[in-house]
């Protein structure tokens, strides 16, 4: 196999699943079950296929059928490879089954760095930007058809691109004379001709990419959908472990669990402490990679893991 990407946080991501006291108790010979969100090309599943047992399973998700192509090449039964949105997980696993679930949100290096793909404005390419072809349009089809407001909302809300409103306008200006941008490369010019100033070594098209990928590919409706079915297919004991790679995917984690770590009373309810009710999660760990980590992948600079665990007797 010719994987080049290089997975984030791998290490401290099998300890966070596999170091957890309901997998470390459990017999040689106990069905373990773990969800791996997003294949990728694969680093995260094989290291937690390494440290299983015979009989554990793993269940893999991934839109991109170029990695679906790369899992079919590994021999291992205990693999299973699923061509879907890991926020249908919960229609390939029984509520409190799961042993541990890891969320990579990240997209792999050979996503960014093929330019057929359309993700990198670095790169000439069609203005794709789908991680499943086979469904869906593509920026460049969604860009043609958009209403300004659309544009500037989709721009605004998913990149934080204080100029939405002009790069917006300029797209809306080239549809209007004929010329909408159909390449990377077109769009990331039109948009470098309008944002005049920028953080120090950021592309001015950074946001605008970021934000258009992560709508057309539905993104953080999938992860608020992924997390809500992760809580109920987790064993009590079991750990849920989110890397984020932007602030926005990284809020949506970070409430979710403090949400359900923290169990609400009403104001001046005389209860006690023992008798609150259970909260869903506790926090185990927030995880940023190491310096070393990062000077060898700097793509990894903007990476965050947060770890919970399922709390034993809790109904979800």
């Given amino acids: 196999m010719n994987i080049t990407h290089c997975p984030v946080l791998l290490g401290e991501a099998v300890t966070a699943l596999v170091g957890g006291s309901l997998i470390q108790n459990q017999k040689i010979s106990d069905p373990i ?5 997003t294949f990728g090309r694969g680093g995260h599943t094989q290291a937690l296929l390494k440290e299983l047992n015979p009989t554990a399973r793993v269940i893999s998700f991934d839109k991109d059928l170029d990695a679906i192509a790369v899992a079919q090449q590994i021999n291992d039964p205990r693999l299973r490879i699923v061509h879907d949105s ?24 050979p996503q960014v760095d093929e330019a057929h793909r359309g993700f990198s404005f670095r790169r000439e390419g069609p203005l794709d930007m789908r991680m499943n072809i ?14 300004l407001e659309a544009i500037t909302r989709v721009i605004k809300t998913y990149g934080e691109e204080r100029f939405a409103f002009q790069i917006a306008k300029a797209i809306v200006a080239k549809r209007e004379e004929g010329s909408p941008p159909k390449t990377t490369t077109q769009l990331a010019n039109l948009v470098a001709s309008v944002v005049r100033t920028r953080e120090v070594g950021q592309d001015p098209a950074t946001r605008t990419f970021q934000a258009l990928r992560i709508f057309i590919n539905r993104e953080l409706e999938d992860l608020e959908i992924g997390l809500k079915a992760a809580l ?31 169990v609400d009373v009403p104001r001046g309810l005389p209860v006690r402490e023992k008798d609150l009710p259970q909260s869903a999660l506790e926090i185990i760990s927030r995880v940023k990679p190491s310096d070393i980590e990062i000077s060898e992948n700097p793509r990894a600079r903007s990476a965050i893991m947060r770890v919970a665990e399922k709390r034993s007797g809790v109904v979800v």
């Fill in 86 to 109: 890991f926020a249908q997980m919960d229609q390939y696993a029984e509520v409190d089954s799961v042993d541990g679930i890891l969320l990579d949100l990240g997209i792999s290096s």
């Fill in 232 to 262: 109920k297919l987790l064993k009590p004991g079991a750990r849920l472990a989110v890397i984020s790679f932007h602030s926005l995917e990284d809020r949506i984690v970070k409430q979710f669990m403090q949400a359900h770590a923290k």
């Fill in 134 to 147: 086979d469904h869906g349009l593509t920026a460049a089809e969604w860009l043609e058809q958009a209403s």
């Fill in 33 to 37: 079950l773990l969800i791996d969100g």
